[in-house]
C-alpha cells in the first residue's frame, strides 16, 4: 500500500484562487500535505536511484510577499539542508498540468559540468529519451520544448547558455496534463514517478 495519493481538481484548483494569504492557506492545507507523502514514500527509491542519500524538500515559497505562487513541487536532493544548488529531481504542478522533472536552477555550480558533458554525450543522451518529455530552461514558467521538437540548434544554444550565463538553467522531464493527473491513484502516480526518474537518471549522471 502507498502513502502518496494522487491529486484531484480541488488540488489543481488552489492556482485559482485569488491573493498570496488566501493561495497560500488553500495551498497548504490541500496540496502540501501530498507532496510531504510523495516525498517520504519515494525517497528510499530516488535514493537507491542515485546512489547515495536524497533528502526531501518540500517548497514552502517564503520569500513570497505579494505574488501568490503559479506552482509549487516537492525536490529530492542529496543534502539536507538544501537542493536548490544541486541537480535534483522533482514533482509539481502548476493549474494546468503535472511535471516530473530533472533540474540544474541557477543556484547550482554544476550547470557547466552537465553543459559539457551533454555536449560530448548528446546523440546517445537525446537517443534516449522519449519523445513526449520537454526541456524548459526557465523553473517559472509553465512552457517548454517538446523533446521531439529540439533541434540540434537549440541543443548548441541551451549548451552554450549554461556555460556563459550566470542564471542559466535546465530542466527535463514529464508533463502530466491536469485531466490525465486526476486520473492517477496514488499508487499509480508513484509508478509513474518511478519510471520517469529511471529515463532521468543518465542526465542527472551527467551533472557531476
Known amino acids: 500500500m502507498t502513502a502518496a495519493t494522487g491529486f484531484t481538481e480541488q488540488d489543481f484548483d488552489v ?12 495551498l497548504i492545507d490541500r496540496v502540501r500535505p501530498k507532496l510531504t507523502a510523495l516525498g517520504e514514500e519515494m525517497a528510499p527509491f530516488v535514493s537507491a536511484l542515485a546512489g547515495e542519500e536524497m533528502f526531501v524538500h518540500v517548497a514552502k515559497h517564503a520569500r513570497r510577499t505579494v505574488n501568490p505562487p503559479i506552482d509549487t513541487w516537492v525536490a529530492w ?22 511535471f516530473v522533472i530533472f533540474a540544474i536552477i541557477y543556484e547550482s555550480p554544476n550547470k557547466t559540468v552537465f553543459a559539457n558533458q551533454l555536449e560530448a554525450k548528446l546523440k546517445k543522451t537525446a537517443k534516449a529519451l522519449p519523445p513526449n518529455y520537454y526541456w524548459s530552461t526557465d523553473h517559472m514558467s ?16 541551451l549548451i552554450q547558455k549554461l556555460k556563459q550565463v550566470k542564471k542559466a538553467e535546465v530542466m527535463c522531464g514529464l508533463r502530466i496534463p491536469r485531466e490525465e493527473a486526476i486520473q ?8 509513474k514517478v ?15
Open 15 to 26: 492556482f485559482s484562487v485569488n491573493g498570496l494569504e488566501a493561495r497560500m492557506e488553500a
Open 184 to 191: 492517477l491513484n496514488g499508487e499509480q502516480l508513484v509508478q
Open 77 to 98: 536532493a542529496a543534502n539536507k539542508r538544501g537542493y536548490k544548488a544541486l541537480p535534483h529531481f522533482e514533482v509539481g504542478m502548476f493549474g494546468t498540468h503535472l
Open 142 to 157: 509553465p512552457e517548454g520544448t517538446l523533446h521531439r521538437d529540439m533541434s540540434h540548434e537549440d541543443f548548441a544554444q
Open 194 to 208: 518511478e519510471e520517469t526518474f529511471e529515463t532521468l537518471l543518465p542526465l542527472y549522471k551527467l551533472s557531476f
